[in-house]
């Protein structure tokens, strides 16, 4: 008897312990892991096998949580990245400088979440940069853009910003459409992911 | 002996349950996310476009301000669905996902695509040309490159030449 009920504990045990430990891998915990990292250049993560059949238990877990209804591989590819160039966790308490170059794909975008997976709560309506606005405000150099990330505006009106207000602790998807097959076929060796540079931080918040 | 039984249990069960929770998880989620678009006024074979997405009008996790989407519901219990979508000026896409978030299936509506049509099937298996496999309730989406209002408008009146019905 006392076996039999030793062992009906370390049942129910085992069960908890699995599926918490599903949850956690899974992504359901914010902060557990998010989509696939298999992909991994300069601190963006990506899994080629995001909305694929072939995507791993862990994989469509983690992207029915933090990005349901994810496209292909072949029509789009997502890169998130939560840390800036020094490896520090991106938070709204501080300025960044996000820059890059053009990349292999018929349109790109960069947008902020926050820690629920969701647009920041705020209404400056500056939630993401993507290549139409690299066009528009660097005509003349659209190989190489740069916008600011902050909670308020910059001096300069026509800078090009994305808001971080009510953003706590974000991270930042890159989106790729189209994406030329170099791409799919040699990632590290065709992507120069956009460099992120912190610039300051409100004084006491760190 | 009753140490490695107990670990052998313990060992078993939480593998178990962790297959289990794991792969019900997709299924599980995209159920509520159909119950949550059911209950926003999206019926089934219906195409509908979302508002401009803002902090405010969130629905789905991650959307991108920059596209103007659709969204239709369909279920091929009852038969075939065939979708249609008109080409546009832009980037735009038609995407297909069955009950297990898998993109089942993807037309291209940018400018210059000859794209008309996808039949859904009921079943599964990998799409070959216009036609996919879907056993059930599945989703439809519509992407169109919309980073301003008034391409957001554009791309909103196209979505009444788009179908999502059920045929024989």
Not at chain 1, 51 to 71: F, Q, W
Not at chain 1, 123 to 136: M, V
Not at chain 1, 150 to 164: D, G, L, R, Y
């Amino acid at each position: 008897m006392h076996l039999f009920f030793r062992l009906f504990v370390v049942t129910l045990l085992g069960l908890t312990l699995g599926a918490l430990s599903a949850l956690w891998f899974g992504g359901m915990v914010s902060a557990g892991p998010r989509i696939g990292s298999a992909i991994e250049i300069d601190g963006w993560r990506s899994d080629w096998s995001i909305g694929s059949e072939n995507a791993d238990p862990y994989v469509r877990a983690r992207v029915a949580r933090n990005g349901l209804l994810a496209l292909r591989k072949e029509e789009a590819v997502y890169f998130m990245r939560n840390e800036d160039d020094a490896g520090a966790r991106l938070t709204d308490v501080c300025t960044y400088r996000v820059s890059g170059g053009s990349y292999p794909a018929r349109w790109w975008s960069i947008t902020l979440y926050d820690g629920d997976n969701r647009l920041p709560m705020n209404t400056d309506q500056r939630l993401s940069f993507d290549q139409s606005q690299a066009t528009k405000v660097f005509p003349d150099t659209a190989q190489t853009w740069a916008f600011q990330i902050s909670t308020q505006a910059p001096e300069n009106p026509s800078a090009p910003w994305v808001s971080s207000k009510a953003g706590g602790e974000f991270d930042l998807t890159l989106r790729l459409y189209q994406p030329d097959s170099s791409l799919l076929s040699d990632p590290a060796g065709t992507l120069v992911p956009p460099r992120i540079e912190r610039l300051d931080c409100r004084e006491g918040a760190l | 002996m009753r140490f490695f039984l107990t670990l052998f249990v313990l060992a078993i069960s939480a593998a178990a349950a962790h297959f289990l929770v794991l792969t019900s998880l997709p299924g599980f989620i995209m159920s509520k996310a159909q119950e949550a678009i059911a209950a926003q006024g999206v019926p089934l074979n219906v195409w509908v476009a979302t508002p401009r997405q803002t902090p405010q009008t969130q629905r789905v996790v991650r959307p991108s301000p920059d596209l103007a989407y659709a969204l239709c519901r369909f279920d091929t219990s009852n038969g075939p669905v065939r979708i249609t979508a008109p080409v546009g000026d832009g980037y735009g896409s038609v995407s297909v996902f069955n009950s297990q978030t898998d993109n089942v299936f993807v037309g291209d509506l940018s400018a210059g695509s000859t794209f008309t049509s996808v039949r859904i099937e009921p079943g599964a298996g990998a799409a070959s040309g216009n036609t996919a496999f879907v056993d059930g309730p599945g989703l439809a989406l519509i992407r169109r490159l919309a980073p301003t209002q008034a391409e957001y408008e554009v791309a909103a009146a196209l979505v009444n030449d788009a179908t999502c019905e059920t045929v024989e």
